[in-house]
């Protein structure tokens, strides 16, 4: 790529960041792989260096052209660092995450999750018609992270597929926020920002009325792209006359139901007045009013204030009908059923246990997403048949707990939970019985409950000593 010619050479070190190799550049800058050297970690490294007003000098410096551009630069600059700083408080699976933002080389750099996987336009190639419940197993938590974007009074503004990426375990996450913009009020002067197909007519021009209904436009390209395996026709050549043909007469009736194919339509609407205007609107629609609940780790950072809230979404395993499901049975169930549908199974089996009462139905529901009629039964047969594996509510906190013991001591658990209450106070408690859940040994357990300190020195500072002890031990 020609940008890439100004890119940092690898080896190069930016703080304890090492460049590896460039991943992509854009017109606001580049993209690095990168590695921590501290944590031993792969991580995304973007420098802001707008090629059109800025160039690298001899000493790896970003400078303007002239002091014409300088101005613009500067403007961008402070954008670019704002931005960071609002995306990096964004906690959400389903988002790619800002971990650090730093300047350095009189420019800006934004240390971001490094998403290994595939881009959505490759991962779903061979897998085409995707079935309607394995599409919305990953339209539903990417909506979810759309809303937290929303909430947050942002708008992404470039959703399209190249933006969207297949993590190896069947997740999506949203990536790229590089034309993300904070709205004021909905008639805020913005950037023209236009991917052909995707952006709707109000992103051609400054002046246009954006708000949330703007990247619900792009989100049902994405949509109509997936469903039909064409790109929608541009936003600008359907005003006077709609030359695109509705997804409801293009998609085909066995395999996607009327009224989410009217609901992507909706979400098309050149006008934006006559789109839905939430995310919680188009989700109604999309899913018929039911609600498909995110995992329990795609919940925003934890304060003292909504902890007894959101501590029932983290805490809980069953979903709609109050039954749980045997984590055992389930990861069978996936690796089976990854050998039909590929990398979604996961998700699909998850989504289906929270909206199942009985292993019956779990297992018709489930095997839906199976083409072969002789291989959907014999799946049947194989799960359905064996003992019931499903255990009331009453049940899961005694067996959780049990679990987190075999894992941790007592001790240990004490321990960590007062280095972290010196950070963040008593809400401690509640993060790392969270977090002892998951975590495979100690070190993982500090680096976990780590995300939860705000200030990022002070976070840096403990994974160092947490790490040192764990090493110890």
């Known amino acids: 790529m020609a940008e890439a010619a100004n890119a940092l050479p690898a080896g190069y070190a930016l703080h304890e960041y090492r460049i590896e190799s460039v991943l992509g550049a854009g017109g606001f800058g580049l993209t690095y792989l990168a590695t921590d050297a501290n944590l031993n970690l792969k991580v995304a490294l973007k420098e802001y260096l707008p090629g059109d007003f800025a160039s690298r000098g001899e000493d790896s410096t970003v400078q303007p052209r002239s002091d014409d ?3 613009s630069f500067q403007w961008g600059l402070r954008r670019f660092m704002d931005e960071a700083k609002t995306l990096a408080s964004f906690r959400h699976l389903n988002i790619v995450r800002v971990m650090r933002f730093f300047e350095a080389n009189r420019t800006g750099y934004m240390v971001m999750e490094f998403v290994e996987g595939k881009p959505l336009s490759d991962w ?6 995707l079935p309607q419940a394995a599409l919305i197993a990953i339209v539903a938590p990417l909506l979810d992270g759309l809303e937290v974007i929303h909430k947050a009074g942002y708008l992404h503004r470039d959703i399209k597929p190249a933006n969207i990426f297949m993590r190896d375990d069947g997740s999506p996450v949203l990536i790229d926020f590089g034309s993300a913009r904070h709205l004021v009020g909905g008639n805020q002067e913005l950037t023209a920002v236009v991917s052909p197909g995707y952006a709707p007519l109000e992103q051609y021009h400054a002046h246009g009325r954006q708000g949330p209904w703007s990247d619900l436009y792009a989100f049902g390209g994405v949509l109509y792209w997936m469903v039909t395996g064409n790109k929608p026709v541009e936003a ?3 005003v006077r006359h709609d030359i695109m043909p509705p997804v409801r007469q293009v998609a085909d009736p066995k395999v996607y139901g009327a009224a989410f194919l009217a609901a992507i339509d909706w979400a098309l609407k050149p006008n934006e007045d006559e789109r839905p205007q939430s995310v919680t609107e188009l989700r109604r629609a999309l899913m018929g009013g039911e609600r498909i609940l995110p995992a329990a780790d795609s919940t925003v950072r934890l304060d003292a204030s909504s902890a007894p809230t959101q501590l029932a979404t983290l805490e809980s395993t069953t979903g709609l009908t109050g039954v749980s499901f045997d984590r055992e049975l389930l990861k069978r169930m996936e690796a089976d059923l990854v050998k039909h549908i590929g990398p979604i199974a996961p998700t699909v089996v998850k989504t289906a246990a929270k909206k199942s009462a009985t292993l019956q139905s779990l297992c018709e529901m489930v095997a839906r997403e199976i083409s072969g009629e002789k291989e959907r039964v014999a799946f049947i047969r194989k799960f359905a048949s064996g003992e019931s594996t499903s255990k009331p509510v009453s049940q899961l906190a005694t067996t959780r707990d049990l679990t987190i013991s075999q894992k941790f001591s007592a001790e240990t658990l004490q321990k960590t939970e007062t280095q972290l209450a010196e950070h963040i106070g008593a809400i401690a408690k509640v993060v790392v019985k969270r977090a002892a859940g998951k975590a495979r040994d100690e070190s993982e357990l500090y680096l976990l409950i780590a995300d939860e300190i ?20």
Request: no cysteine; charged share 45%; net charge positive.
């Open 124 to 129: 779903i190639a061979a897998r085409r018609p």
């Open 454 to 473: 705000k200030d990022l020195d002070e976070r840096k500072a403990f994974v160092r000593k947490a790490v040192s002890v764990s090493r110890r031990t």
């Open 69 to 71: 551009t300088t101005e």
């Open 236 to 238: 600008a050549a359907r």
